[in-house]
């Protein structure tokens, strides 16, 4: 399958690209390359031919001639939504829904978009489900609503869009995060030998491995048509819905000498346990390989191997907003997250 993926050079798209590759699919990637610098180890064999493009220039050449499309390439997590939230509905939300407009133009038959948990934003009524109201609190999760609210009107004989709710990601990747819960309390662990929350942590979050996403994708685009057409699908697995003070508990235990403490309750309300059984019961091939405890040792040995610093953990490279505030500040990108000059 000829299969074009957007955000390859990013936390999620460094793993995918290489797993897609090894299951013998023609993979063609698109990136703006904004997190280039945030390479953490040497951890693939495999890339693809890039194409270095924001996905607000990505032309109906591009996709001409691709039977599917992965799209992954948005501004990522709440913090950089709010940084400029203008902006983040232009990339996000127009940008999306106009590469699916694209795709369906082209005639790509499989578009798969990559959404998240976060649109159920603060749920209380038990674990949601793919049926329950979305309830964003944020740029960055109304954008991911919006796009599915106008994308799957699309839906027709010849143009299948999938909507991938992911979990909160956790897991190593070259292209490394520490903005996100575990990866950043297990840096906080080797590099502090201490977690020091500043709530109780009594917030439920869903977690899921970064490899169990690329292998929820990888599923989805091997399925029959009828299973996969115009369907959401949460991604995880029920089991992996943790209390964020369980997490710091797990991280703590995984990182021999770490002390942890908490706070009281805090300002984020955002909390929901989500289920997974749709997709543990309908893709065909899926099951989550990873929970928190397994990936928290993943993490210790990768930092144990490369010897990770202080510094390392807390550069620019591997927070989002951090990032992208030095690229605005440095003038390399404009007002409107365009390169400069171009």
Known sequence: MKVLVTGTEGYLGSLLAPLLLEKGHEVTAVDTGFYKVGWLYNG???????????????????????????????????????????????????????????????????????????????????????????????????????????????????FSPT???????????????????????????????????????????????ALDIAKSIACVLEAPRDIIHNQIFNVGDTANNYRVREIAEIVAESFPGCELSFGQSGADNRSYRVSFEKINSHLPGFKCDWDARRGAQQLYNVFSQIDMTKDVFESRGFTRLKQLEYLIRTQQIDKDFFWSGK
Not at 55 to 81: C, F, K, W, Y
Not at 126 to 150: F, H, I, M, W
Not at 186 to 205: N, V
């Open 44 to 158: 693939t064999n495999l890339t693809a031919k890039t194409l270095n493009k924001d996905i607000r220039h990505i032309t109906l050449e591009d996709v001409q001639g691709m039977d599917a499309i992965v799209h992954m390439a948005e501004l990522s997590n709440d913090p950089t939504g709010q940084l400029s939230p203008n902006i983040t509905y232009d990339i996000n939300h127009k940008g999306s829904v106009r590469l699916a407009e694209l795709a369906k133009q082209a005639g790509v038959r499989r578009f798969v978009y990559m959404s998240s948990c976060s649109v159920y934003g603060v749920a209380t009524e038990g674990d949601v489900t793919e049926e329950s109201a979305v309830n964003p609190q944020t740029a960055y999760a109304e954008c991911k609503a919006l796009v599915e609210r106008d994308v799957k009107p699309m839906a027709d004989d010849n």
């Open 163 to 209: 909507f991938m709710r992911n979990a909160t990601a956790f897991g190593a990747s070259p292209r490394m995060r520490f903005d996100i819960v575990l990866n950043n309390l297990a840096g906080l662990a080797w590099t502090t030998k201490e977690i020091k929350m500043i709530s109780d942590g009594t917030p439920w979050r869903p977690l899921v491995h």
